[in-house]
């Protein structure tokens, strides 16, 4: 808000939700569509041009969707938004947590859900270490990072050092962190469920030539049966971080043991919605409109 | 409604119910545009992808 509104009572919007984006997508343009066709008040708001001071005590909507499309402005929007008394979903630790991969590790196993062995290597240097030790093939994986970039799996000594010479090169200390990961032998497919309110909405794989599932790398997205295990995971592996709109990834070996690799608090659902035939933005208002009523 | 392609020029056709920052491309040269603009409609080239970007 502008510095002259600050002292100034908040122009009231309590009934109006605020959709936080600065980016327009097909989810985000489907769950607009879903507010208006249910006439519920909403705010798009930019995080481009969103700013906030750490003496408002309020801001003007009651309650936030966070769809932003960057990492960083979606954490800070519900910091901010959150400090301000603002219900956000979803909310800044959900953020945080999801969005590092070795803090998602950590909660998953606190929660007891079964996750690849994760090894965080504070240096290049303790990531060969670590490599030697665990042994090859191992994955190697930023902390922070998205749509699979920077994923790669180590085969050897020598390809270790190339890639940690890469590593060892990248301006922020942040870079220089990262995870190793036990490989899991998942038949070039992994799974993402869905997960809304504590209710799983469906599952798909995510198939793919090369060993990287992501969507946004190609892979290609099929119908998987939701049982009531893959569900159960599901449901607790968004619980574990908080994350109460959450895309949920799965490996499951060749004896069909199932394993929480990833929880995504800024989960796409395009490819999703088309293959299942499901309305995950109609399941988002559903759970914003007793949220907000609650 | 129809507006500009700020890369190329080509005269883009844009859907009655398009959104503010909602992201088209053009059809000639593929550049992605942002609706910034809906009165009048006006695209930008839009932002590219950072780092943190994406689920």
Same mark, same amino acid.
């Given at each position: 808000?502008?510095?002259?509104?600050?002292?100034?009572?908040?122009?009231?919007?309590?009934?109006?939700?605020?959709?936080?984006?600065?980016?327009?997508?097909?989810?985000?343009?489907?769950?607009?569509?879903?507010?208006?066709?249910?006439?519920?008040?909403?705010?798009? @708001?930019?995080?481009?041009?969103?700013?906030?001071?750490?003496?408002?005590?309020?801001?003007?909507?009651?309650?936030?969707?966070?769809?932003?499309?960057?990492?960083?402005?979606?954490?800070?929007?519900?910091?901010?938004?959150?400090?301000?008394?603002?219900?956000?979903?979803?909310?800044?630790?959900?953020?945080? #947590?999801? &969005?590092?991969?070795?803090?998602?590790?950590?909660?998953?196993?606190?929660?007891?859900?079964?996750?690849?062995?994760?090894?965080?290597?504070?240096?290049?240097?303790?990531?060969?270490?670590?490599?030697?030790?665990?042994?090859?093939?191992?994955?190697?994986?930023?902390?922070? &990072?998205?749509?699979?970039?920077? #994923?790669?799996?180590?085969?050897?000594?020598?390809?270790? %050092?190339?890639?940690?010479?890469?590593?060892?090169?990248?301006?922020?200390?942040?870079?220089?962190?990262?995870?190793?990961?036990?490989?899991?032998?998942?038949?070039?497919?992994?799974?993402?469920?869905? #997960?809304?309110?504590?209710?799983?909405?469906?599952?798909?794989?995510?198939?793919? %030539?090369?060993?990287?599932?992501?969507?946004?790398?190609?892979?290609?997205? !099929?119908?998987?049966?939701?049982?009531?295990?893959?569900?159960?995971?599901?449901?607790?592996?968004?619980?574990?971080?908080?994350?109460?709109?959450?895309?949920?990834?799965?490996?499951?070996?060749?004896?069909?043991? !199932?394993? @929480?690799?990833?929880?995504?608090?800024?989960?796409?659902?395009?490819?999703?919605?088309?293959?299942?035939?499901?309305?995950?933005?109609?399941?988002? @208002?559903?759970?914003?409109?007793?949220?907000?009523?609650? | 409604?129809?507006?500009?392609?700020?890369?190329? +020029?080509?005269?883009? +056709?844009?859907?009655?119910?398009?959104?503010?920052?909602?992201?088209?491309?053009?059809?000639?040269?593929?550049?992605?545009?942002?609706?910034?603009?809906?009165?009048?409609?006006?695209? +930008?080239? +839009?932002?590219?992808?950072?780092?943190?970007?994406?689920?």
């Amino acid at each position: 808000m502008p510095p002259e509104e600050q002292s100034a009572p908040c122009q009231d919007k309590s009934d109006v939700v605020a959709l936080v984006a600065s980016r327009v997508r097909w989810e985000e343009k489907v769950i607009l569509d879903e507010l208006e066709a249910r006439n519920l008040p909403y705010e798009v @708001v930019d995080s481009r041009t969103l700013y906030m001071s750490l003496t408002m005590h309020s801001a003007p909507w009651a309650f936030a969707l966070n769809r932003e499309i960057s990492q960083t402005r979606a954490l800070y929007a519900a910091l901010a938004l959150e400090g301000a008394r603002r219900r956000v979903v979803n909310s800044a630790r959900s953020i945080e #947590v999801c &969005g590092d991969k070795y803090r998602t590790a950590l909660a998953l196993r606190k929660a007891g859900l079964p996750t690849p062995e994760t090894i965080l290597a504070l240096s290049p240097d303790a990531a060969r270490l670590a490599a030697e030790e665990f042994g090859y093939p191992v994955v190697i994986k930023p902390l922070m &990072g998205s749509w699979g970039r920077r #994923v790669a799996l180590l085969r050897d000594p020598e390809t270790t %050092d190339a890639v940690l010479d890469y590593c060892e090169a990248l301006p922020t200390s942040q870079s220089h962190v990262v995870c190793l990961q036990e490989p899991i032998d998942k038949a070039g497919r992994d799974i993402r469920v869905i #997960v809304v309110g504590g209710t799983a909405l469906g599952a798909i794989y995510r198939q793919a %030539d090369g060993w990287r599932t992501n969507v946004a790398l190609g892979a290609e997205a !099929r119908h998987c049966p939701l049982d009531e295990e893959l569900a159960g995971l599901a449901v607790a592996a968004a619980a574990a971080t908080g994350a109460e709109i959450a895309g949920v990834d799965l490996l499951e070996d060749p004896d069909g043991q !199932r394993y @929480v690799l990833e929880v995504n608090s800024g989960v796409e659902f395009r490819g999703f919605s088309s293959r299942l035939q499901v309305d995950v933005a109609g399941a988002i @208002v559903d759970y914003l409109t007793a949220e907000v009523a609650a | 409604m129809t507006s500009t392609c700020p890369e190329c +020029a080509r005269e883009i +056709a844009v859907a009655e119910t398009i959104r503010l920052s909602q992201i088209v491309e053009c059809p000639d040269c593929k550049s992605e545009l942002e609706l910034v603009s809906t009165q009048p409609v006006i695209l +930008a080239l +839009a932002p590219e992808p950072e780092e943190d970007w994406g689920e």
